[in-house]
Antibody, heavy 121, light 107 residues
Framework: QITLKESGPTLVKPTQTLTLTCTFS??????????VGWIRQPPGKALEWLAF???????YYRPSLKSRLTISKDTSKNQVTLTMTNMDPVDTASYYC?????????????WGQGTLVTVSS | EIELTQSPATLSLSPGERATLACRASQSVSSDLAWYQQKPGQAPGLLIY???NRATGIPDRFSGSGSGTDFTLTISSLEPEDFAVYYC?????????FGQGTKLEIK
């Protein structure tokens, strides 16, 4: 059974850097085809994909946020980390991580429960 | 970037009725489209993948159709637990994109 769980601060101040961790089980990020992505959702709004990292260290970023995002993986710890610099109140959202296997179903499945991050001074 | 437009934004129906949700892509995504269901306070869950395949454990009252730019999610007879927000998503090209969602509410 694949599970993912997001962790990180619930409150950050404007201009600070946000660091979120996705800790997963039931799969290995060293297995061919496997990837973990980050998606966010402002309160009451739609889903927005942010970044993805794959087993071969291939990375993809949302173009409009690319300069602020960094995604990395620690295969030994079964973790993926997302950092977002220069946080702004508009970045207030629930942040989700999700599994994808491009050699399997190749869709975002399953998702973590999400973590709400509020940006406020 | 491929833009996905969902319609309607809100759909008000009663249990037992048929629901039809639409998703239109700004350019062809072939069959590289999925639908997700999100209930209040929960993460989204995969419902339909590759435009027309039900994910594991999804009841057969849910069906998906379409290819290219026009897609439809149909719920044949609404159950109380089906009232939620539904999102379409494409994987045809980066960046991955989602529609703005359709809220299915009880009439």
């Amino acid at each position: 059974q694949i599970t993912l769980k997001e962790s990180g601060p619930t409150l950050v101040k404007p201009t600070q850097t946000l660091t979120l961790t996705c800790t997963f089980s039931g799969f290995s990020l060293s297995s061919a085809g496997v990837g973990v992505g980050w998606i966010r959702q402002p309160p009451g709004k739609a889903l927005e994909w942010l970044a993805f990292i794959f087993w071969n260290d291939e990375k993809y970023y949302r173009p409009s946020l690319k300069s602020r995002l960094t995604i990395s993986k620690d295969t030994s710890k079964n973790q993926v980390t997302l950092t977002m610099t220069n946080m702004d109140p508009v970045d207030t959202a629930s942040y989700y991580c999700a599994h994808r296997n491009v050699y399997g179903l190749s869709w975002l499945d399953p998702w973590g429960q999400g973590t709400l991050v509020t940006v406020s001074s | 970037e491929i833009e996905l437009t969902q319609s309607p934004a809100t759909l008000s129906l009663s249990p037992g009725e048929r629901a039809t949700l639409a998703c239109r892509a700004s350019q062809s995504v072939s069959s590289d489209l999925a639908w997700y269901q999100q209930k209040p306070g929960q993460a989204p869950g995969l419902l339909i993948y590759d435009a027309s395949n039900r994910a594991t454990g999804i009841p057969d009252r849910f069906s998906g159709s379409g290819s290219g730019t026009d897609f439809t999610l149909t719920i044949s007879s609404l159950e109380p637990e089906d009232f939620a927000v539904y999102y379409c998503q494409q994987r045809r090209s980066w960046p991955l994109t989602f529609g703005q969602g359709t809220k299915l509410e009880i009439k």
